[in-house]
């Protein structure tokens, strides 16, 4: 992050840390860069992260799930998920679906142009 120059920094890190429902409760490191290193090595518009989720399924039997994501153009990536729910949406309209849904009702099958058995032969 590159803060404006006379910035409270510790408050911008504990605003950034405390942020409900974000990264309030999970450990978070904050990094402030200068704009010289921002255009030298982070001007381009990759992005990528990681979510890592763990849970048990019995007393003595633990799981991680870990997720991510490595994108070479961020906008890219976003504008391709913008119209693959446009497209659920469409297919959602179709089948007569009314009300609001969140990106976890969505059938993946439906956000695909492929058809159902293609995605089953390349995917599965």
Request: hydrophobic letters at 40%; a neutral charge; charged letters at 20%.
């Amino acid at each position: 992050m590159v803060p404006q120059p006379g910035a409270d920094l510790n408050a911008i890190e504990q605003a950034i840390k405390t942020m409900p429902d974000y990264f309030a409760g999970y450990e978070t490191r904050v990094t402030f860069i200068t704009e010289t290193e921002m255009a030298a090595k982070h001007a381009g518009t990759p992005h990528g992260g990681f979510v890592l989720r763990s849970g048990s399924s019995g007393p003595s039997t633990r799981h991680i799930m870990e997720f991510s994501l490595k994108l070479d153009s961020n906008p890219e990536f976003t504008g391709n998920v913008l119209a693959a729910y446009a497209r659920a949406v469409f297919r959602m309209a179709c089948n007569h679906y009314t009300g609001a849904y969140t990106v976890l009702d969505i059938p993946f099958a439906w956000l695909s142009p492929k058809p159902a058995a293609q995605l089953r032969r390349d995917l599965l």
